[in-house]
């Protein structure tokens, strides 16, 4: 589930699905092949991206009709790891066929599909975000976050973070990382990549869970569980927790907060 280019984009059985953000009504689907182990929605400046992991295949949509503009062929490791955007480039992990352990950060050219660039990982990735020519990526089994040139693929820094960092997001000039063995939210230095404040929440341990920003603060919880966090990105503090349906689709647009519980789409008023 995505929020991005006016409208909601949730995966529903084996289609991907285009919401109206006004009416909540689907407008198109996506003529894909069956869906069956999808990562988490991506949406870049002008489409729409899915990738299979079961299926080895990455997709681009058009972000008006759905149409597939693009089908990838790519070795994908992981059904956690999250996209990342640059204004030519689509960047996922991928396994290293020359070390086990270890896995690739891989570009591809947005507009022919051509591979581009491939960095090697020390071990399996699960957040990665892109900002200002740095490739930002959590590594949950060393609890590191690794910071890369995007250009040259160059080590700029490694930042010790423990447990199992796994989604990352930007918000409010910080880089924000969910560390999902001790529930907690770690504030990162975009200059010096130094962990500034560990913000520690009310949520269950959990070994998958999804985080985004909005409007100052950051939504965050485990899968498939009933309670979500609300943190305070000015204060580091947390604000709330919220508890509800199941949760298995977070996004945070048009002022509001949108979740899935797999069988509907609710979108919620950001309490003050």
Request: aromatic letters at 8%.
């Amino acid at each position: 589930m995505a929020y991005g280019l006016g409208a909601l984009w949730v995966k529903s059985g084996f289609e991907v699905v285009r919401i109206d953000k006004d009416l909540l009504e689907a407008r198109v689907a996506a003529p894909l092949p069956p869906l069956f182990r999808t990562r988490p929605l991506g949406v870049s400046q002008d489409a729409v991206w899915v990738a299979d992991a079961k299926k080895d295949a990455l997709y681009k949509l058009d972000p008006t009709t759905a149409e597939l503009l693009l089908e990838i062929s790519v070795n994908l490791s992981s059904r956690h790891a999250s996209f990342a955007f640059s204004e030519d480039l689509v960047w996922n992990l991928n396994p290293n066929p020359d070390d086990a352990k270890g896995q690739l950060l891989t570009a591809f050219d947005s507009g022919s599909g051509d591979l581009r660039r491939e960095i090697a990982l020390p071990s399996g990735g699960f957040g990665v975000v892109l900002n200002n020519g740095s490739l930002w990526v959590t590594q949950p089994i060393t609890g590191q976050l690794l910071r890369i040139n995007e250009t040259d693929g160059t080590l700029l820094s490694t930042t010790e973070l423990g447990g199992w960092p796994g989604p990352a997001v930007l918000g409010d000039g910080a880089l924000w990382v969910y560390n999902l063995a001790n529930a907690t939210v770690q504030r990162i230095d975009l200059v010096t990549g130094t962990l500034e404040v560990t913000i520690s929440t009310s949520l269950p341990k959990t070994p998958e869970g999804l985080m985004v920003f909005g409007d100052g603060n950051l939504w965050l919880g485990p899968v498939e569980l009933k309670v979500l966090s609300q943190v305070d990105t000015e204060t580091n503090e947390e604000r709330r927790v919220i508890q509800g349906t199941t949760f298995r689709g977070l996004a945070f647009g048009d002022g509001s907060l949108w979740v899935c519980d797999g069988s509907a789409i609710m979108r919620i008023a950001v309490p003050d």
